[in-house]
């Protein structure tokens, strides 16, 4: 029989299932609203469907470099707790993800989500099936690819995939070559997030919103209006310092500043070496953490 467009609404609705399992549940139930929903709590849709409107801020980020460091993918995988992110199926899943990330050409979550994960099913799909099986909320937050030509990729993971890092560096020189600097630069960043590389690299909006910031913070301290350019100047170049790579002091050397460092590895190898491309994941960033009573969340289980 022919399903309707409310009836596909109402399962949605009465189940939290996705809008084309409810569909094709309804064809292989001839429209019957109580085995569709049956047969979606069998499949284990239901069931994780209903999960998905937890919070899931614990997880992992997982880095993955391809053997000639030529390619490069990361990915953050969210779970409920800390506790599931420890779990063997969740960790294979995680790795798997990250390898998939590589080769991908897509930048579009929900295409990368829809590819075929293991010749049965899509990463999507995955997910579903851990939802299930573990009993958490699960999310594949983010991927990002990496592969431009004439770059030599480096990862980084911190505190057991707690935060992950992707630098790209522009040279000549070999992956054993520039593996070191790769890897001083990657800590660099996962220890004190720059925004940007350079100054040539500051987003002309977010450069005009803090110099609106830090106008309104020199007038509210009372400071004349006609020295406020100028002591704007100042804090913007120093804020600058702060959230741009190559301006930062480098951390295992505080005498001098990371764009120093690389030009001293630049040195050493013989070969032009700069950094163009970087990025940093760290597992549940941005994300608003829900915190409930136990006992009222107790509560709420007995009463359902």
């Known amino acids: 029989m022919a399903v309707t467009a409310a009836q596909v609404k109402e399962l949605r609705e009465r189940t939290g299932a996705g809008m084309m399992d409810c569909k094709n549940v309804l064809v292989e139930v001839d429209g019957d609203m109580d085995k569709a929903i049956d047969t979606l709590r069998e499949k284990g849709l239901a069931k994780a469907a209903k999960k998905a409107g937890r919070v899931a801020s614990e997880g992992l980020v997982r880095v993955e470099i391809s053997a ?38 897509t930048t579009s979550l929900e295409d990368f989500l829809a590819k075929d994960f293991d010749g049965t099913k899509s990463i999507s ?12 909320n699960i999310s594949l937050r983010r991927f990002a690819s990496f592969k ?21 560096l522009k040279t000549e020189a070999s992956a054993e070559e520039v593996a070191a600097l790769g890897k001083d630069v990657a800590m660099q960043i996962a220890s004190m997030n720059p925004l940007f590389i350079d100054e040539s690299g500051v987003d002309p909006e977010y450069l005009e919103n803090e110099k609106e910031i830090l106008v309104r913070q020199a007038l509210n301290e009372g400071k004349p209006a006609d020295i406020v350019e100028k002591m704007v100047v100042g804090r913007l170049k120093k804020e600058l310092k702060e959230t741009c790579l190559l301006e930062q002091k480098f951390v295992k050397n505080g005498d001098i500043n990371v764009g120093q460092h690389v030009k001293d590895a630049a040195k050493a190898a013989g070969k032009d070496i700069a950094v163009v491309e970087f990025v940093r994941y ?3 960033e941005g994300i608003e953490k829900k915190e409930e009573n136990f006992a009222e969340e107790v509560a709420k289980q007995m009463a359902q």
Request: glycine fraction near 14%.
């Open 125 to 136: 799909d995955r997910v579903t099936e851990l939802i299930t099986t573990i009993g958490e």
């Open 68 to 105: 000639d460091a030529g390619k490069a993918g990361i990915v953050e995988v969210n779970s409920e707790t800390d506790f599931v992110a420890k779990n063997s199926d969740f960790v294979a899943f995680v790795d798997a993800a990250a390898n998939l990330a590589v080769d991908t050409d």
């Open 282 to 284: 760290e597992v549940g």
């Open 148 to 168: 431009t030509h004439g770059v030599k990729y480096v990862g980084y993971l911190h505190g057991a995939g707690k935060i992950g890092v992707i630098v790209g």
